[in-house]
């Protein structure tokens, strides 16, 4: 690996054995700590509490080790999946007042748009150029588009381009769509699939607790809302993953209520269903946001800390296959860590992203570096689709140039 490992981690006060069991790993383990790791290892669910004593107690090294041992059981082999897709926005004009977001205009705005049939079609012809075959097509809570709008917008893109998948919205935008109509969530989830969308991405839960969703974006969904939009869209077999943005206003307490609330969701999708195929934790980004001025929320989250998040998150969400590694917010050597830490995923390479990275990210791959760094990590890359199976890389793929 082209880093320190050791160094980052500071492993240097423990000792590893080579036994059968994996609580007679470590040199030193308390016994509450031997109890929740082989619990975890168990597959089953860890409490809130136990969680919490995890993450305020246990050594990251044999977080990791854990953590590492439930990704080979359930995903066997050294391969690290990536796909190729591009983050495009419908209009940035949004009334959501997320103080996080730097990348929203209020209506009236001159820098306020809908984005176009033409800049659609650009976009994904370049896209299918760079080897993408998805678009993960979100935008603002605009007031006046609603389900007529959005459906228009999928059959036209479907039309033009019958290969594109579409993981696309999210539950804020479901709910906004159904209150604008007065709608049922199934009727607008219904409606769109008709459309043409594939999948629906895991935006907008940050913390999935009213109190921290209060503050920090006042006019999305609450939690019970964000959830019941999951709840229907398993039930109607539509594929999806869960996020979280953590180390903002949140307590640690929120975090593991958040978990949790995710993985009974995940819980009662019906036996037919995959519901959450991935679950990506990422990073608050501070750079010039209201969250930062008003409520001096920064970005201070320690790559010890990612990585023991990572880690706990593979342990305490036994029942979502994939966890992701957000190498967009933390870098790529943290990243590739956490490959070692109970994330199967690298995610996408992103072609275009304009919500985070206006906050601050910085991190950029192509399709030939991001396989550079599952390599690094030690660790095969596999290209994959949004189903998690997997795919050849295209033989006419062109390597994106990176100015921006």
């Known amino acids: 690996m082209s880093y320190n490992f050791f160094k980052v981690l500071n492993f240097n006060h423990f000792k590893f054995y080579r036994t059968q069991s994996i609580i007679l790993c470590f040199t030193f383990v308390d016994m509450e700590l031997g109890k929740l790791y082989q619990k975890a290892l168990n597959l089953e669910f860890l409490s809130v509490e136990e969680g919490m004593y995890l993450f305020e107690n246990a050594p990251t090294a044999e977080l990791m080790q854990v953590a590492d041992t439930i990704r080979k059981r359930k995903k066997p082999g050294n391969k690290v999946t990536w796909i190729i897709d591009r983050n495009l926005n419908t209009t940035n004009i949004c009334v959501a007042n997320c103080k996080f977001c730097n990348f929203y205009r209020v209506p009236g705005h001159a820098e306020g748009y ?16 760079y080897g993408g075959e998805q678009l993960l097509l979100q935008g603002g809570h605009h007031p006046d588009l609603g389900l007529e709008f959005y459906a228009k917008t999928f059959r036209e893109i479907k039309e033009m381009f019958p290969q594109i998948k579409l993981h696309s919205l999210g539950p804020p935008e479901i709910h906004h769509i159904a209150s604008l109509g007065n709608h049922t969530y199934e ?17 907008g839960a940050e913390i999935l607790v009213d109190r921290v969703r209060k ?19 398993h039930k109607l077999n539509i594929t999806t993953s869960a996020t979280m943005m953590f180390g903002h206003i949140e307590t640690i307490e929120e975090r593991f209520l958040h978990l949790e609330k995710i993985r009974q969701v995940q819980s009662e999708k019906p036996a037919h269903a995959k519901g959450f195929l991935a679950f990506i934790p990422w990073t608050f980004q501070d750079v010039d946001t209201t969250l930062k001025k ?14 023991r998040t990572i880690a706990i998150c593979r342990m305490f969400l036994p029942n979502i296959e994939n966890i992701q590694a957000s190498w967009l917010t933390v870098g790529k ?15 996408s390479i992103m072609i275009e992203e304009n919500v985070v990275s206006a906050a601050g990210a910085p ?40 100015n921006y």
Not at 114 to 129: F, P, Q, S, V
Not at 295 to 306: F, I, L, S, V
Not at 368 to 395: H, M, S, V
């Open 114 to 129: 809908i984005t176009d049939k033409e800049t659609y079609r650009i976009k994904i012809e370049e896209t299918l150029k």
């Open 187 to 203: 009727h607008v989830l219904t409606e769109l699939v008709k459309a043409g969308l594939d999948s629906l991405p895991g935006a």
């Open 215 to 233: 503050i920090i974006s006042t006019g999305k969904c609450t939690a019970d809302e964000w959830l019941n939009v999951m709840r229907v869209a």
């Open 294 to 307: 008003i409520r001096r929320a920064k970005n201070d989250t320690t790559p010890d800390e990612y990585i």
């Open 333 to 347: 050597n943290v990243a590739q860590i956490c490959l070692h830490a109970g994330a199967n995923d690298f995610g």
């Open 363 to 402: 991190h950029r791959f192509t399709y030939k570096t991001i396989q550079d760094a599952i390599r690094e990590a030690g660790f095969e890359p596999q290209l994959r689709n949004q189903q998690y199976e997997e795919r050849a890389i295209p033989e006419n793929i062109v390597e994106q140039v990176i």
